[in-house]
């Protein structure tokens, strides 16, 4: 039986006060040990789960998932106002510099950027080497052509339409 509950964000910053927001999880993400598209899988959150959030680290909420430290893509956090208000007060208490967003699709663009300016994409179909991670993105829409976006770790490749 599964219970839809809130996803409590707490914040902690070295021994600072937590601060949090209420948010749900938009749907099951995977729960990895890296930052990264190829870390390992330690297991899920599903839709409606409680997780403790510490922080926020290059496109990825940094978990406390069964007493280890794990990463999920933020890509499963919409950006709400609270959400983008308690990234903001992340980045604000870490220093992190904002560099300036790209305004439209262009090769070279992060993935993180591609989601900001298009939206999730419809599938992403994914292959992974040795030292790379190839995605193609694929985005359709009703009475649209079919437009594809070929992304090498991270970063916009290629575009098809």
Known sequence: ???????????????????????????????????????????EINKGDTVNVLGF???????????????VSELFFPATPDIVAAKDDWDKRHHVVKVEKPTFIKLGITTDDMVRLAGRPTDI???????????????????EKTKYYY????KLTAIQD
């Open 125 to 143: 179909n994914s292959t992974y080497t040795k030292d790379y991670i190839h995605q193609q993105w694929v985005y359709q829409k009703e009475g």
């Open 1 to 43: 039986m599964k219970t839809i509950l809130t996803l409590l964000l707490a914040f902690v910053c070295l021994g600072a006060s937590a601060q949090g927001v209420r948010h749900l999880v938009t749907e099951t993400a995977k729960v990895k040990d890296k930052p990264e598209p190829i870390g390992n899988v330690l297991g």
């Open 151 to 154: 992304f090498e770790n991270g």
């Open 57 to 71: 680290f290059e496109g990825y909420w940094i978990l406390n998932y069964k007493s280890k430290q794990a990463y």
